[in-house]
């Protein structure tokens, strides 16, 4: 027994000596990048950025990078619960996730960690969970910033009117809370409802028409996301007409594509964007350097926004058809 270990001891050193350029194989690392849900398309950028970072540093290190891309169909926080338990016992490297509801994915999120799986949110935040940052915009300054662009295009009275998505996401409500901030100084401002369309383009129409027929001397508009906007043109003949006509005034959160058209056609009068390649390609990043290379971040991670007005549209268009978001935008007034 003693000469068989000593021959394998002189084999596995003879071999060392022949094949010296053999190493231990790199590790894999699998991170699911789990958007609000699967209908909304703000979020196909930021999964194309995730994927395309994943691939980058696949080619770049030793290490193979892969997203696990996974939501469920509509926005809801009860079903997004379930697709974090799902990917925590599939025992993915780590999580990136925009929630739905901050407190909903509380215990969740601390149950991946306890699982021993670094945890980050994105876009929307569960401030009161273990993850280790949160990467996004400053969500009141968005809205405080909403607010800036309305008064500039509205005047400083009139009646102004909130749509919202699924009631209590944290990022929506803090932009509404910015709004209204923003809107304090101004008391001939008065807004007459908020409305929400649970993520809904098709509820998100139905409920600006039921708020235009029911306000028809409405002023203003802050969309808190661009949901009914998806839709065809002449979904919401009242806005659409009131838009045109010069006596509505609408400022809505994002920089998509059918937002940049809308407002060089005079629907709109100035978008706040956020980083939607970011969320995706600066996640897998940040996941990557906190479990690699042992890197710690601040509790809010800042992705930076974007304004847009009549005046830097045609720079934006541009980055959209380019795919490049690394240029810094011209001024929006």
């Known amino acids: 027994m003693k000469k068989y270990v000593l021959w394998c001891v002189i084999l596995v050193f003879?071999?060392?000596?022949?094949?010296?350029?053999i190493s231990i194989a790199a590790n894999k690392y699998v991170f699911a990048w789990i958007p609000k849900a699967l209908n909304n398309p703000v979020f196909e950028l930021g999964r194309s950025g995730a994927l395309q970072r994943a691939k980058e540093l696949t080619e770049e290190t030793e290490d193979t990078v892969e997203v696990l891309y996974v939501a469920s169909v509509n926005s809801d926080a009860a079903e997004q619960v379930r697709v974090v338990e799902d990917v925590i016992s599939k025992g993915v490297d780590g999580i990136g996730v925009s929630c739905n509801d901050p407190t909903a994915l509380e215990d969740v999120i601390?149950?991946?960690?306890?699982?021993?799986?670094?945890?980050?949110?994105?876009?929307?935040?569960?401030?009161?969970?273990?993850r280790f940052t949160y990467l996004g915009v400053s969500n009141y300054d968005g809205g405080k910033a909403a607010a800036d662009l309305l008064v500039k295009a509205m005047g400083t009275a009139?009646?102004?009117?909130l749509l919202t998505g699924v009631p209590g996401a944290f990022n929506l409500e803090e932009r509404i809370r910015g709004f209204k901030d923003g809107v304090k100084d101004y008391p001939d401002i008065e807004i007459v409802t908020t409305v929400a369309c649970d993520d809904d383009i098709n509820k998100g129409v139905q409920v600006v028409e039921e708020v235009m027929q029911a306000n028809p001397d409405l002023n203003g508009w802050f969309f808190v996301?661009?949901?009914p906007l998806f839709a065809e043109r002449g979904s919401m003949p009242l806005w659409e007409a009131a838009a045109k006509a010069g006596t509505l005034k609408t400022i809505a959160f994002d920089t998509l594509p059918v937002e940049l058209e809308l407002l060089?056609?005079?629907?709109?009068?100035?978008?706040?964007?956020?980083?939607?390649?970011g969320w995706g390609y600066d996640t897998i990043q940040m996941l990557y350097d906190y479990i690699v290379n042992n890197k710690r971040?601040?509790?809010?991670?800042?992705?930076?926004?974007?304004?847009?007005?009549?005046?830097?549209?045609?720079?934006?268009?541009?980055a959209w058809e380019t795919q490049d978001f690394t240029k810094p935008l011209p001024p929006a007034f």
């Not at 021993?116 to 273990?130: H, K």
């Open 110 to 130: 601390d149950k991946a960690i306890e699982a021993g799986i670094p945890v980050m949110t994105w876009d929307s935040d569960s401030p009161e969970s273990q």
């Open 158 to 161: 009139g009646k102004v009117a």
């Open 225 to 227: 996301g661009l949901w």
């Open 264 to 277: 060089k056609d005079g629907y709109l009068s100035g978008l706040v964007g956020q980083k939607y390649w």
């Open 14 to 21: 003879a071999l060392s000596l022949l094949f010296p350029a």
């Open 297 to 318: 971040y601040e509790s809010w991670t800042d992705s930076g926004m974007d304004i847009v007005t009549i005046k830097n549209v045609d720079a934006m268009i541009e």
